[in-house]
């Protein structure tokens, strides 16, 4: 007989979980693995909300798995340690991002790159190797390998440092594999969201030059004077594209829906590289022909390996870099879904797990 989420594994969990790709996110009682000997068990102190969490959620991707308990922007303090944890110790500050568990053998893991494993498994909507669903940190505590668990720097603000659990290595990955990270470079950013604003950051700490382009208007003098960008190009502006055409050592699009790439492409210089790093859920119109005239290249990249993880942590606390972030009690996280998806939030929802869920 199948076990219920509540009775699956020995830890008893709480937190808030979708049932359905059309029901609001609800109270949620489900277990956790006792802590294995390579496990590292923690409380959850923050989580972040990606917008992946409301693809997944609504399953606009078509692999959601049910019930779902979102979140890949987990960070929290450890509570136990199996026997043979050699990283962290009771008391430590710590995080959890996008993955929990790959195969360990293949090439992509062999060169600290486990995002890219076949076998890799999401931290929710994914399953475990013993074929249990895994659960996100909208939850009370966090049971995971402690290869896959971060050590957060202690001069990190703990909340604001969860989205770079996600947001943040997914920017600064591309910026730094594609060679976008060389002083002197100039960068585009498109797109001024959680992603974005963070993408900036990381930008600047490198030293490149930035433009932000937005199809918002309104949003200019929070890229300028807020985030330090050094332009600002409306993307719906014919003229200011014009303008700019041929400039851009590289760009990063962090936008997850449709739009066009053929006045992005433009603003490309000749080997220019458009990094894809949004997620929509249709696919985009690709014109080969502005490629051909420069070697241009398009190219997509998804979050980081754990060793590439750890470096993104560590330079953000070393460069003074968090992400801008509104935290609420998991009570709102319904109205934060509706408002995520009108892009209403500078710059990233961030749950305070720890004083607002609660089992009872």
């Given at each position: 007989?199948e076990?219920s ?12 979980a979708?049932t359905?790709s059309?029901s ?6 489900f ?9 590292v068990?923690?409380?959850v ?14 399953n606009e ?28 110790k ?14 360990r053998s293949?090439?992509?893991?062999a ?9 890799n ?5 994914g ?5 249990s ?8 505590i966090m ?12 001069n ?9 659990l996600?947001?943040?290595i ?16 100039h960068?585009g ?13 990381f ?6 030059k930035?433009?932000?382009?937005s ?13 330090g ?8 502006d ?13 760009i990063?699009d962090?936008?997850?829906a449709g739009?066009?790439?053929m ?11 458009l990094i ?10 690709l014109p ?6 420069g070697?241009k ?9 754990m ?6 942590m ?20 319904n ?17 305070d ?8």
């Amino acid at each position: 007989m199948e076990k219920s989420p509540e009775t699956e594994h020995p830890v008893k969990a709480f937190g808030w979980a979708a049932t359905d790709s059309s029901s609001p996110l609800a109270p949620f009682y489900f277990s956790r693995r006792a802590t294995g000997d390579e496990d590292v068990q923690f409380k959850v102190l923050y989580c972040g909300i990606c917008h992946s969490d409301l693809h997944y959620i609504k399953n606009e991707w078509g692999f959601s798995q049910y019930p779902l308990v979102p979140g890949h922007e987990i960070v929290g303090e450890v509570t136990e340690v199996g026997k043979k944890v050699q990283n962290f110790k009771v008391g430590d500050k710590v995080g959890v991002g996008c993955m929990v568990g790959s195969c360990r053998s293949c090439e992509s893991c062999a060169d600290d790159l486990e995002n890219y494993c076949s076998k890799n498994i999401p931290t929710y909507s994914g399953h475990y190797s013993d074929g249990s669903l895994t659960y996100g940190g909208y939850s009370d505590i966090m049971v995971a390998n402690e290869h896959f668990v971060v050590r957060i720097p202690e001069n990190m603000p703990l909340d604001s440092a969860a989205p770079l659990l996600c947001a943040g290595i997914t920017t600064y990955s591309p910026l730094r594999y594609y060679g976008l990270d060389k002083p002197g470079m100039h960068i585009g950013i498109v797109g001024l969201g959680g992603l974005g604003h963070v993408a900036v950051k990381f930008a600047k700490a490198f030293g490149v030059k930035v433009t932000v382009i937005s199809t918002s208007p309104n949003k200019k003098e929070e890229a300028l004077a807020h985030l330090g960008a050094d332009s600002f190009l409306i993307s719906k502006d014919e003229d200011q594209m014009q303008g700019a055409t041929g400039r851009m050592d590289g760009i990063l699009d962090t936008v997850p829906a449709g739009h066009p790439l053929m006045p992005l492409i433009g603003l490309l210089k000749p080997h220019g590289k458009l990094i894809m790093v949004g997620a929509p859920d249709k696919p985009l119109e690709l014109p080969v022909f502005p490629l051909l005239a420069g070697r241009k290249m398009v190219a997509g990249s998804g979050i980081g390996g754990m060793k590439e993880m750890q470096e993104m942590m560590d330079f953000a606390a070393k460069h003074n870099i968090k992400a801008d972030i509104e935290l609420i009690p998991i009570e709102y996280v319904n109205t934060a879904m509706e408002r995520l998806l009108r892009a209403d939030i500078k710059y990233r929802f961030v749950i305070d797990v720890a004083n607002t869920i609660n089992q009872s």
